[in-house]
């Protein structure tokens, strides 16, 4: 059954206790994605990113909420101009809070120590900015690409990776 948030939260980012979700005092609103993570070399302890539906909280203010749930689980809110930006700052901040946690995590999907947020190159230093960082970080792909290819083909294997002919 999906339940309303009817917390009352006190500030932008917030702990909720174990015992008060025990208790049923909080409720939280459904998840349009989430990712489960491990944590390495502690016993395999789990901890989930939920990102929740960004919502309009004012006229070109859109607000995202996500939820890292673990041993306790911490609310927090990104703010952006539409919901599309509420979202993308929501998983940017998800990966600061991760990296600046000094623990590190494994997604199904990466490696050692990969938790399978990457950085977002910021809007607000302009398009043209952008462009040229997108221009040399797809120039890298595509020549970190031919390499493993390169390896393929001369019997070298692929490490695990799946490429496309």
């Known amino acids: ?21 025990a208790k049923g005092t909080v409720f939280v609103k459904p998840t349009i994605c ?23 909280v004012a006229a070109k ?9 673990g041993e306790e ?13 509420a979202l993308c700052l929501a998983l940017e901040r998800a990966r600061i809070i991760l990296e ?25 230093l302009g398009y043209e900015f952008a462009k040229q960082l997108e221009a040399e970080v797809t120039a890298n792909i595509e020549a970190e690409i031919a390499g493993m290819c390169a390896k393929r083909s001369s019997g070298a294997g692929n490490q695990g990776h799946v490429l496309a002919d």
């Open 1 to 21: 059954m999906v339940q309303r948030l009817l917390v009352r939260w006190r500030a932008k980012d917030s702990v909720i206790g174990t015992s008060d979700i």
């Open 34 to 56: 989430s990712r489960e993570l491990t944590e390495v070399g502690h016993g395999a302890k789990r901890v989930i990113v939920s990102f929740e539906r960004p919502e309009q």
């Open 61 to 69: 203010e859109w607000k995202c909420s996500f939820r890292l749930e």
């Open 73 to 85: 689980i911490a609310r927090y809110d990104a703010y952006g101009v539409d919901s599309v930006q």
């Open 100 to 124: 600046e946690s000094g623990r590190r995590f494994v997604w199904i999907g990466g490696d050692d120590g990969d938790h399978g947020f990457r950085l977002m190159i910021p809007s607000f």
